[in-house]
Nanobody, 121 residues
Framework: QLQLLESGGGLVQAGASLRLSCTTSGRASNIQGMGWFRQGPGKEREFVAAIAWSGGSTLYADFAKGRFTISRDSVKNVVNLQMTSLKPEDTAVYSC??????????????WGQGTQVTVSS
């Protein structure tokens, strides 16, 4: 069983940067990618970014391109999401997930609890 634990959330002002981390432990087969999703207040969960388990290919939502960077440290079993130029609309609970390399949440089998990111204007 694979466990995921997010960290790094918090309250920041608009324009600030924040780095989220997702630490994995345990084992699971057929993991092809790690993804970040977010769910804002009153909104549905949406895809943010994903990276291949090997750390090669990446996928980004349009709103994340140019502002967010996903990376993976295979030695430490950590997937990071570096977020810059944060906006109030980025306020959400950010969750990491493991599964297929995809933009749809139903392609991911394992999920963390999530970490709150709040961006004030």
């Amino acid at each position: 069983q694979l466990q995921l634990l997010e960290s790094g959330g918090g309250l920041v002002q608009a324009g600030a940067s924040l780095r989220l981390s997702c630490t994995t432990s345990g084992r699971a087969s057929n993991i092809q990618g790690m993804g970040w999703f977010r769910q804002g207040p009153g909104k549905e969960r949406e895809f943010v970014a994903a990276i291949a388990w090997s750390g090669g290919s990446t996928l980004y939502a349009d709103f994340a391109k140019g502002r967010f960077t996903i990376s993976r440290d295979s030695v430490k079993n950590v997937v990071n999401l570096q977020m810059t130029s944060l906006k109030p609309e980025d306020t959400a609970v950010y969750s990491c997930a493991a599964g297929r390399l995809a933009t749809y949440d139903d392609e991911y089998s394992y999920w963390g609890q999530g970490t709150q990111v709040t961006v004030s204007s």
